[in-house]
């Protein structure tokens, strides 16, 4: 299972570490606003779709 997880480990952090940051920032005066709430989904779902579509890099395998 976690070979499985591992293959999406830059999506999820994609998803999940703006979201926290941006939560972070909107908890700062103690009151999270509708507003505040849809900032965190536009962090979170604009960073994972930017990081979703840039391809990884495949690494030659080399023998050294």
Known sequence: MVEKISEYRKAIAALFVPALVALAAAVA?????????????????????????????QVADTDQ
């Open 29 to 57: 005066d103690n009151v999270v606003t509708p507003e505040e709430w849809i900032w965190v989904a536009i962090a979170a779902l604009g960073t994972s779709a930017a990081v979703s579509a840039i391809p990884n890099r």
